[in-house]
């Protein structure tokens, strides 16, 4: 098959890179080890920025977050046992939307289908050929068991952290920058109401925890644990214990409690990996970069990435050819790290390290009180949030 952009990874980056083009009458071909459903059922970020959610309105892919998503204005940060919180639309005039990323990731899938366009879930044996040159090529076996080949002029990798796609810029070109943390993210999703309107960000001796939502019944909850941690030594009470004990405070506030539906721990760490683009190849969202969880950047700036992507993949297969691509990377960059700011930042501030001298953990307290306690610090931490326009 022919294809101007073959497109190794259907997740969001893939699948709205694709949806991009094909907008502007640019077929490209979407392929993904994983099924729809396996894809579908994995539990990832819930933070969509409004830009982002406006795009996914805008563009035509779907208007379902305006409806089943909500709109918030602020957050809530709580340490030393109270709640501090941001004002997201008085201080910058912005907000976000809770809009989990399956949700973003079946809208996609749904629009890919309605316009036509080609996705190949659950093949297997990807293999990106000749990526130096300017006819590379994708080789798959569909789900079905039929050997394929996409011959394109280009080839995004939008197949996440642990993809194939970075590892084919030559060795000796790959730059890496990262850093690890020493802590992780025990993940829960609990059945019960919400218990707080907006998310919750807490601090506390015994380390993080964030509170989530997912729907009216279905709540997502976070704890600060070590890398290490194995879900079967947590059953629903020390769950509940730990969580309660990183939230709680003189003002009485206490997380609605329910069966735990499922529970993991999610390892993170700041990464990214230069050139993003090699020959015919180019490298999107997570397969390029990655952040730590803390502020919900990895989605917002996949998307990001995507969006000046097709812009510049437009120009490439159009007059300008092969020229525009140096565009890209520039472009994605400024963002990026500042996202990988950002989320290391957030990180920093909330967690406990294990250790910590007393010295750093009042140092954070007094870096916790000069954000929420001076309007410039809750202007920063809301403009970072909320996202900045492509155009900054
Ligand atoms: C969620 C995840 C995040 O990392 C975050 O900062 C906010 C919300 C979530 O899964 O809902």
Redesign the pocket.
Known sequence: TEVPVAVVGAGPAGLMLAHLLGRAGVDAVAVDLRSRAEIEST?????LEADAARDLVETGVSDRILREGHEHEGTELRFGGRAHRIDFRALVGASVW?Y?QTEVFTDLADARARDGGTVHFGVSDPEVLDADTDRPRVRFTAADGTRHELRARYVVGADGSRGMCRGLVPEELRVRHGTEYPFAWFGVMAQAPASAPE?VYAHSEHGFA?I??RTETVQ?M?FQCDPDEDTAAWPDERIWATLQARVAGGDGFRLVEGPILERTVLRFRSFVQEPMRWGSLLLAGDAAHTVP????RGLNLALHDVKVLAGVLLRALGREGEPALADYQPLALRRIWRAQHFSSWMTRLLHTAPGASPFELRRQLGELDSVVGTRAGRAYLAEQYTGWPSSR
């Open positions: 539990h990832r970020a819930g933070i809770l989990p998310l964030l989530s939502r997502r976070y969880p803390t502020g919900a």
